[in-house]
Nanobody
Framework: QVQLVESGGGSVQTGGSLRLSCAVS????????MGWFRQSPGKEREGVAT????????FYADSVKGRFTVSADNAKNTVFLQMNSLKLEDTAMYYC?????????????????????WGQGTQVTVSS
């Protein structure tokens, strides 16, 4: 059974940093795409960052480029999202998702429908 568990969310002031983790079980990260998504109340879920764990390629939404970094520790089956210079608009529930790499190549690495396994989410709240 595939399970994704996010952690590391919390409350932070603007300009601060948080590091999210996603522990994956029942699924090998050897050739997967691992995505981070976020969703605010009343808004659609949007792709934030993706890493292809086989080759290490990464993709980012324009809104987070230069501030967020996605990485993976394949040996520990864990994916991370380092978030720096946080802004008020980064406030959201953050979700980790996984899929076989081919699905992301076909549908896009930051597209919700590329992914078939999802975590429960971790809340990030940025305040001034």
């Amino acid at each position: 059974q595939v399970q994704l568990v996010e952690s590391g969310g919390g409350s932070v002031q603007t300009g601060g940093s948080l590091r999210l983790s996603c522990a994956v079980s029942g699924y090998s990260l050897r050739s997967a795409c691992m995505g981070w998504f976020r969703q605010s109340p009343g808004k659609e879920r949007e792709g934030v960052a993706t890493i292809f764990t086989g080759g290490g390629s990464t993709f980012y939404a324009d809104s987070v480029k230069g501030r967020f970094t996605v990485s993976a520790d394949n040996a520990k089956n864990t994916v991370f999202l380092q978030m720096n210079s946080l802004k008020l608009e980064d406030t959201a529930m953050y979700y980790c998702a996984s899929a076989a790499a081919d699905r992301c190549y076909l549908n896009g690495p930051l597209v919700v429908r590329s992914y078939n396994y999802w975590g429960q989410g971790t809340q990030v709240t940025v305040s001034s």
